[in-house]
C-alpha cells in the first residue's frame, strides 16, 4: 500500500513536470525581429512609424526558436479602433511547426483604414502556439490624415438599382474630405459607360472632417437599352481636380414596352438630303466628294452616326467634318463623304453605301456609285477634284439642300397648322343638344 502511494506520487510530478514543459513561455525560446515597410524596428522605440489613413502597414516577421515548436501562429493587431469589430485593423500568419535553430519569415500586412482617428497607437505582434505561454511586443506608430483625401460614403439611386429602359436614374453621392486641407470644388460624376450616359455635378466647398451630398444627377437610359446588368461608375475629383477616387455600382435595366414605337421614330423625324450620288475618281490625281445633311425633325434630342462600307478595293474614305454627332429638334448637320481612289483601283463603276444610324438602329442605307476613270498624270480641272475644292463644292451644293429642305419642312408644318386649324372650325361649327 505504502509502495502504490509512491507510485502515485511520482506520477502526479512526472503529469505537473510534462504539463510545465508543454506550457513552454515563447519568449525564452524565441528571437523574433520585426520589419515595417522594410526598416527594422526595435519594440518600444522612441520613434513612431508615421503612417496615413488608407495606408496599408507592410509587416515582415522574422522569428528563431532554440527548440522545436508546434502550431505556431503571428498576429499583427492595432487596437483602439471604433470599428475593429468590423473592419479589424489586424492579420495573422496561417500556422507552422518550427525546426530548433531555423529561422521562419512571415508576412502581413494590416490595413489602417479612413475612419481611423488621428493618434498614436500600439502595433503588437503576438506570437503563440494552442497552449504555450505567448509572448507580445509592442511597437510604436502614428496614425495621420494625408494632406488631400476624400472618401465616398453613400451612393443612392431613384428609383433604384432597376430600372426600365427609356426612363431617368437620378443619382445623390455623399462624400467626406478624409485629408487636412479644404477642399474647393469638388466635381462628382456618375456614368454607365456601356450605354454611353453620364452626368456631372460640382460641390462648391467641403471642409476637413466634414461631408456633402451632391446634387441629384439625371441620366436617362435609352429607351431600346439591352436587358441585363451594367456597371455604374462614380467619380470624385478633388485636389483641382487632380486626384480622385471612384466606387463601382451594378444597374439591372429591364426591358421598355416603348422601345418597339421608338425604333421607328427616330427614322420618321429624320430627313436626309443627298447632292450627287455619283462621282468620277482618277487614280493618283483626284477624289470625289458626296455631300449629305441630317435634320431631326423631333422634338427631342437624336444620336447619329454615320458610315460607309464597301469601298476597300478601290478608295479610302474621309467623313468630315463628324461622323457621330447629336441634333436637338429642328437642328441639321452637313457630312461630307470624301473619296481618295486607291492606285491600283481598278477601272469602271463601283457601288458603296453610306449609313445613317442611331444608336443601334439603322435609320436610312444610302447606295452611291463611283466611276474610276483612266488617270492621264495631269492634275484634272473637272470631273475630280482635291479634299479642299470639294469641300467648297460641297458646301454650295449643301446650301441648296438647305434651302430646298427648309422649304419642304416649311410647307409641311404650314399644312399641319392648317389641318389643325380645319379642325378646330369643324369643332366650333358643331352643335350639340
Do not use: W
Not at 431631326?296 to 478595293?313: F, K, L
Amino acid at each position: 500500500m505504502k509502495g502504490f502511494k509512491t507510485i502515485a506520487i511520482v506520477a502526479l510530478m512526472l503529469c505537473a513536470f510534462l504539463a510545465s514543459a508543454l506550457a513552454v513561455d515563447l519568449g525564452s525560446v524565441l528571437d523574433v525581429t520585426t520589419k515595417i515597410d522594410g526598416d527594422i524596428v526595435s519594440p518600444n522605440e522612441d520613434v513612431r512609424k508615421d503612417f496615413e489613413r488608407g495606408e496599408i502597414v507592410d509587416l515582415k516577421v522574422n522569428v528563431i526558436s532554440e527548440i522545436e515548436l508546434e502550431d505556431v501562429e503571428i498576429t499583427a493587431i492595432i487596437s483602439g479602433y471604433e470599428f475593429n469589430n468590423i473592419e479589424p485593423m489586424s492579420d495573422t500568419s496561417s500556422i507552422f511547426d518550427m525546426e530548433p535553430n531555423v529561422s521562419y519569415s512571415k508576412r502581413l500586412n494590416v490595413r489602417i483604414p479612413v475612419e481611423v482617428e488621428e493618434d498614436n497607437y500600439k502595433l503588437r505582434i503576438l506570437v503563440s502556439n494552442r497552449y504555450g505561454q505567448s509572448v507580445i511586443y509592442d511597437y510604436n506608430l502614428k496614425l495621420d490624415s494625408p494632406r488631400h483625401g476624400f472618401q465616398i460614403e453613400d451612393v443612392v439611386f431613384s428609383p433604384g438599382t432597376v430600372v426600365e429602359a427609356g426612363r431617368a436614374l437620378l443619382t445623390t453621392v455623399r462624400v467626406e474630405n478624409k485629408g487636412e486641407r479644404d477642399e474647393d470644388s469638388v466635381k462628382v460624376s456618375v456614368a454607365i459607360p456601356e450605354l454611353g450616359v453620364s452626368a456631372s455635378d460640382f460641390i462648391d466647398e467641403i471642409e476637413f472632417e466634414d461631408s456633402e451630398t451632391s446634387e441629384e444627377m439625371y441620366m436617362r437610359i435609352p429607351v431600346c437599352a439591352q436587358p441585363g446588368d451594367y456597371q455604374a461608375v462614380i467619380e470624385v475629383r478633388y485636389n483641382e481636380l487632380r486626384e480622385a477616387v471612384y466606387e463601382n455600382a451594378i444597374i439591372t435595366v429591364v426591358e421598355s414596352d416603348a422601345c418597339g414605337a421608338a425604333m421607328g421614330q427616330n427614322e420618321a423625324q429624320t430627313t436626309i438630303a443627298l447632292g450627287a450620288t455619283s462621282q468620277n475618281l482618277v487614280p493618283g490625281e483626284a477624289g470625289a466628294l458626296y455631300p449629305l445633311t441630317i435634320t431631326n425633325n423631333g422634338n427631342g434630342a437624336v444620336a447619329y452616326s454615320v458610315s460607309v462600307e464597301g469601298t476597300n478595293d478601290f478608295a479610302s474614305v474621309q467623313i468630315n467634318p463628324v461622323s457621330t454627332f447629336v441634333l436637338n429638334g429642328g437642328d441639321s448637320q452637313a457630312v461630307f463623304v470624301y473619296l481618295t481612289p486607291a492606285e491600283d483601283a481598278a477601272e469602271g463603276q463601283h457601288v458603296f453605301t453610306v449609313s445613317v444610324n442611331s444608336g443601334n438602329e439603322v435609320l436610312k442605307q444610302i447606295p452611291l456609285t463611283a466611276v474610276v476613270e483612266e488617270g492621264d498624270g495631269k492634275s484634272s480641272s473637272s470631273g475630280s477634284v482635291n479634299l479642299r475644292d470639294a469641300l467648297e463644292v460641297g458646301l454650295i451644293v449643301l446650301v441648296v439642300l438647305l434651302i430646298i429642305l427648309a422649304v419642304v419642312v416649311g410647307i409641311k408644318k404650314l399644312k399641319e397648322e392648317q389641318e389643325d386649324n380645319d379642325d378646330e372650325d369643324d369643332v366650333e361649327g358643331k352643335t350639340y343638344y
